[in-house]
């Protein structure tokens, strides 16, 4: 166990549906980070947050939104979703920017 | 925008023989470079690291050397051992970033 927490697992729904992913990051971590990983790609930096505020944004499309709350809990949204959005996310949380620890990810399959 | 590059998808090496990863990276930026192992179903998790100040870092049986001036970067594994086989990503960040961009990922199978 990492300390960073992912749920849920799996994830299969529809084209044009919305589902929203939740990252609990480990203990003390104020830093929550999300990637992408589809097939055969690396891991595709999407968005951080820093103590509930955006602090830097990747290759996020518009349709994917995300938010950090006051007790540090992250979630990824993602709407409208379209067959290529199929992939493993993954967070991650961190102290310092060598210290990144990721969770186990959710893989989501859109049908 | 491929920053950091792991132009090897797979490699396969025998049990106890060296195992040599490359990566390249284009942002000059970049100052701190770490290697990350991820077995299937699980996330990918710290193995080694490397500051811009440096050259080489050793950690037991894994060394990652650094060249600067030709932005690459290599994982060395001795002597390789089935367990390591999984996939390896090559993670770099700039000191005015706090995000990590990494590679596309190097699958490694050592046989027995």
């Known amino acids: 166990d990492s300390g960073v927490t992912q749920t849920p697992k799996h994830l299969i729904t529809a084209t044009g549906q919305r589902v929203t992913l939740r990252c609990s990051p480990r203990?003390?971590?104020?830093?929550v980070y999300w990637y992408q990983q589809s097939l055969d790609q690396g891991l595709q930096f999407l968005i951080q947050?820093?103590?509930?505020?955006?602090?830097a944004k990747g290759n996020i499309l518009e349709r994917f939104s995300a938010q950090q709350f006051p007790d540090l809990h992250s979630e990824l949204n993602l709407s409208s979703l379209e067959l290529g959005d199929s992939a493993l996310y993954f967070c991650?949380?961190?102290?310092?920017?060598?210290?990144?620890?990721f969770g186990s990810g959710t893989r989501l399959t859109v049908v | 925008d491929q920053q950091v590059k792991q132009n090897s998808p797979s490699l396969s090496v025998q049990e106890g023989r060296i195992s040599i990863l490359n990566c390249d990276y284009t942002?000059?930026?970049?100052?701190?470079f770490l290697w990350y192992k991820k077995y299937p179903a699980e996330g990918p998790t710290f193995l080694i690291s490397?500051?811009?100040?440096?050259d080489k870092n050793e950690d037991g049986r894994f060394t990652v050397f650094l060249n600067k001036s030709a932005k690459h970067l290599s994982l060395h594994i001795v002597p390789s051992q089935p367990g390591d086989s999984a996939v390896y990503f090559c993670a770099a960040s700039a000191v005015n970033n706090n995000d990590m961009r990494f590679g596309a990922g190097t699958r490694l199978t050592v046989k027995p």
């Open positions: 991650a949380s961190s102290v310092a920017r060598n210290g990144y620890t």
């Open positions: 942002n000059s930026m970049f100052d701190y």
């Open positions: 490397i500051s811009s100040i440096k």
């Open positions: 203990s003390g971590d104020l830093s």
């Open positions: 947050y820093y103590n509930g505020e955006e602090r």
